[in-house]
């Protein structure tokens, strides 16, 4: 097979940008630095990015004022995803899917949903209404008994490789039913980057997505360019593989033209 070091082509699932032209709230006690398109722009100068996804953080709680400005900003290639409430109106849904949003986050690692069939209900309703997704902060070691009430989701997908190497059982099982996996904040982890890859790839091919998870706010390690050489290493530079890791997965599944 005909191998390559790096991609030649990148969407870059999961950046966050903060604007101070719009309100950010303390979270557990702490708020960010700005992080504008500007500075994320310099931060992958160089690297072959066709576009990403921008992610609500905590800080932005459910404010899609600064989301839409940065999508409108980015142009063609960028998607968002958004915190929202469970009583958000139809409407609302689709107003924002003609700014390009295209799913919703759900903050379990800090304790901010507890309720998993009211979750998979929501993930049901948003797809229903715009082929919406739901995405999932989770601590995998946390999943045992979600996953499966998870899996009944038509579209899901979870960040950060599930953050936990002792729940990459777990991770695996939903990747073999069809979720996307983030392979993304990399010092956020305690998972062998290089043998999670191999071990989700070969359970579903279309299951991984790359993001940067820039800035890597209360990240012990931010994204680092080599980052993606463990990825390229762990799919041994097949080019195929490479291609579907760092660009295909991710076109499909936020609905972004190639």
């Known amino acids: 097979m005909e191998k390559q070091q790096r991609p030649t082509r990148i969407i870059d699932t999961h950046l966050h940008i903060y604007d101070g032209e719009y309100p950010l709230i303390e979270n557990q006690g702490f708020t960010p630095d700005n992080f504008t398109i500007a500075d994320y722009q310099k931060r992958v100068s160089g690297m072959p990015m066709k576009g990403g996804v921008v992610v609500s953080g905590s800080f932005q709680g459910f ?28 409407e609302k849904i689709e107003s924002l899917n003609q700014h390009g949003i295209r799913g919703v986050r759900v903050n379990l690692k800090r304790g901010v949903h507890k309720d998993i069939d009211g979750i998979v209900e929501f993930g049901r309703r948003i797809w229903d209404l715009a082929g919406w997704h739901l995405e999932l902060y989770v601590d995998s070691r946390d999943l045992d008994d979600m996953v499966p009430t998870l ?60 993001g940067t ?26 080019e195929q593989a490479v291609d579907r890791v760092f660009y295909r997965n991710a076109c499909a599944f936020y609905k972004l033209p190639e």
């Open 213 to 238: 998870d820039l800035p890597g706010t209360r990240n012990e390690r931010p994204f680092e360019p080599s980052d993606i050489d463990t990825i390229v290493a762990a799919l041994d530079g097949e």
């Open 151 to 210: 899996v009944k989701l038509p579209k899901l997908s979870i960040d950060h490789l599930g953050m936990a190497k002792s729940g990459l059982s777990q991770i695996r099982r939903l990747a073999d039913a069809g979720v996307s996996i983030k392979a993304s904040g990399f010092g956020r982890t305690e998972v062998n980057i290089k043998e999670a890859v191999q071990l989700l790839y070969q359970t579903n091919p279309e299951c991984l997505m790359f």
């Open 63 to 90: 404010d899609q004022e600064y989301l839409k400005a940065a999508l409108k900003a980015l142009g063609d290639g960028y998607a968002g995803v958004t915190q929202l409430p469970g009583s958000v109106s139809d």
